[in-house]
């Protein structure tokens, strides 16, 4: 019964693409916040996402053939559902004397992911206002 909701109903609202947004915001917070708290950390490199990439991969992964991770010495292929969001070492060349994070990008970034993610729950918090509607017939 659940495989049916979650194909009739929560797939065809756009709960996946959702998930993989909030999902990888939620990465990408945690990346910016470790790269601030470690601005004063001598050698350390800034990391980050490809969010875009990411994102697209995520949501793209339903598409064509879809390799899953049955064991867990398998590895995970590129397209899999199963991999994990590859995270990188800024390529940046700014240098603050001490490592490379620019911590007025970085909170600049720390701000707009916070307002994405906000709209974004935002958002599926009112598709699923709107499906309780439906059910329920209220207005």
Same mark, same amino acid.
């Given at each position: 019964?659940?495989?049916?909701?979650?194909?009739?109903?929560?797939d065809k609202i756009g709960t996946p693409k959702?998930?993989?947004?909030?999902?990888?915001?939620?990465?990408?917070?945690?990346?910016t916040a470790?790269?601030?708290?470690?601005?004063l950390t001598p050698g350390y490199r800034a990391r980050e996402i490809d969010f875009n990439g990411e994102y697209q991969r995520a949501i793209n992964a339903?598409?064509? =053939? &879809?390799? +899953?991770? %049955?064991?867990?010495?398998?590895?995970?292929l590129s397209n899999s559902p199963d991999r994990e969001p590859k995270i990188m070492e800024?390529?940046?060349?700014y240098s603050n004397g001490i490592n490379n994070v620019n911590i007025d990008k970085e909170m600049t970034d720390l701000a707009?992911?916070?307002?994405?993610?906000?709209?974004s729950a935002r958002m599926i918090?009112?598709?699923?206002?709107? =499906? &309780?509607? +439906?059910? %329920?017939g209220t207005r």
């Open positions: 019964m659940a495989n049916i909701i979650q194909s009739m109903v929560l959702f998930r993989a947004y909030l999902n990888l915001s939620s990465l990408k917070h945690k990346l470790g790269n601030i708290s470690n601005v339903d598409k064509g =053939l &879809r390799p +899953a991770v %049955t064991h867990p010495r398998h590895i995970a800024s390529k940046t060349k707009i992911n916070q307002m994405s993610y906000t709209i918090k009112d598709k699923f206002d709107s =499906l &309780r509607k +439906a059910i %329920t």
